[in-house]
């Protein structure tokens, strides 16, 4: 139990679906975050949210559009993604984005698969 | 450009032996390092951490050693237990470079042999 809880833990979806990932964080942190996970590739960082604020978008297509509705809460809207965007999409938070060094907690992630 | 980089995609060990993981990177502004340990269909949690100002850290049977001058880290595990196979990720940090993102080495998987 790490205190991040990512829903639904595998999504099979069309192309022209819509969809959404939830991410819920008991920690009492400030800041989340979401990531992509290719097989065999680092984890890329794709939106930092630091108090409800978005902090960071590092050059994500637009079929992928965030939400924060509060410090506890994080989604990630899908529409018309590609076979490419098949990969695992972890969630992570931390106390506070301006503190170097800290460790982030990560959710179990959602797999994903684009049809 | 990656900026941390994990050369070895995997590595095997028996068990009640060292296991030593290596990192390197290439940003000197990166003042924060941190191991993270990742299971099949699990998140990555948080192994240990070291600090620029510092060359060694220890926690149980994990220790991470820092060479700044090499740019290069690394993760010794004594003795080895199976439970500890697994996926390995470094990550690197700094305010003056990267505020308070990771940036994830492609990481390395830990075969431990009974």
């Known amino acids: 139990e790490t205190g991040v809880t990512q829903t639904p833990r595998h999504l099979v979806m069309g192309m022209t679906n819509k969809k959404s990932l939830k991410c819920e964080q008991h920690?009492?942190?400030?800041?989340m975050y979401w990531y992509k996970q290719s097989a065999k590739k680092p984890l890329e960082l794709m939106f930092v949210y630091s108090l409800e604020e978005r902090v960071e978008n590092n050059s994500v297509p637009s079929r992928f559009s965030p939400e924060c509705p509060n410090s506890s809460h994080l989604f990630l809207h899908l529409h018309t993604l590609q076979p490419e965007d098949s990969a695992l999409y972890l969630c992570a938070s931390s106390q506070s984005f301006d503190r170097v060094g800290q460790p982030q907690h990560f959710g179990d992630g959602t797999r994903l698969s684009i049809l | 450009d990656q900026q941390v980089k994990q050369n070895s995609p995997s590595l095997s060990v028996q068990e009640g032996r060292i296991s030593i993981l290596n990192c390197d990177y290439t940003?000197?502004?990166?003042?924060?390092f941190l191991w993270y340990k990742k299971y099949p269909a699990e998140g990555p949690t948080f192994l240990i951490s070291?600090?620029?100002?510092?060359d060694k850290n220890e926690d149980g049977r994990f220790t991470v050693f820092l060479n700044k001058s090499a740019k290069h880290l690394s993760l010794h595990i004594v003795p080895s237990q199976p439970g500890d196979s697994a996926v390995y990720f470094c990550?690197?940090?700094?305010?003056?470079?990267?505020?308070?993102?990771?940036?994830f080495g492609q990481g390395t998987e830990l075969s431990v042999k009974p």
């Open positions: 990550a690197a940090s700094g305010w003056l470079s990267v505020r308070g993102k990771l940036i």
């Open positions: 920690l009492g942190h400030n800041a």
């Open positions: 070291i600090s620029s100002i510092k």
């Open positions: 940003n000197s502004m990166f003042d924060y």
